[in-house]
């Protein structure tokens, strides 16, 4: 999608911080990250959010919860990590576009870090 924010990312139309690509997958680190390590984990298919994952496109999420330990490990986020994805205005969603926010690299609180 030519004006979604993460699909500019993902085509280097604005520029990001990358951990992670594959064909599939693209990660890279949160612009205001709310823990010492925050990563967000994007399909390089456009994907509105939670509410865009159906039974034609699920696989791409599938692979992301694959890839997700790859770069917990890379990151050495050995004491553990939290994964979480905003779906909606309720949950504070921002960007229109699936994404597994990566938090750890402290003890998290019951907040989202
Ligand atoms: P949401 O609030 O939708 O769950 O998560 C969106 C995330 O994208 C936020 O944590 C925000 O800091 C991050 N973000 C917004 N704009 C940019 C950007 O231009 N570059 C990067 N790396 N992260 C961004
Ligand atoms: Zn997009």
Same mark, same amino acid.
């Given at each position: 999608?030519?004006?979604?924010?993460?699909?500019?990312?993902?085509?280097?139309?604005?520029?990001?911080?990358?951990?992670?690509?594959?064909?599939?997958?693209?990660? +890279?680190?949160? &612009?205001?990250?709310? %823990?010492?390590?925050?990563? *967000?984990?994007?399909?390089?298919?456009?994907? =509105?959010? #939670?509410?865009?994952?159906?039974?034609?496109?699920?696989?791409?999420?599938?692979?992301? +919860?694959?890839? &997700?330990?790859?770069? %917990?490990?890379?990151?050495? *986020?050995?004491?553990?990590?939290?994964?979480? =994805?905003? #779906?909606?205005?309720?949950?504070?969603?921002?960007?229109?576009?699936?994404?597994?926010?990566?938090?750890?690299?402290?003890?998290?609180?019951?907040?989202?870090?």
């Amino acid at each position: 999608m030519s004006d979604c924010l993460f699909c500019k990312i993902i085509s280097g139309e604005i520029p990001s911080n990358k951990v992670y690509e594959d064909e599939t997958v693209y990660a +890279f680190r949160d &612009i205001a990250p709310q %823990a010492p390590t925050h990563i *967000l984990v994007i399909p390089k298919e456009h994907i =509105s959010g #939670c509410n865009g994952v159906t039974v034609d496109n699920s696989a791409v999420v599938a692979h992301i +919860f694959a890839v &997700i330990p790859q770069i %917990a490990q890379a990151e050495g *986020l050995t004491g553990g990590y939290r994964v979480v =994805s905003n #779906c909606g205005p309720d949950a504070g969603q921002t960007v229109p576009h699936l994404h597994f926010h990566i938090l750890g690299g402290k003890q998290l609180t019951l907040e989202m870090a």
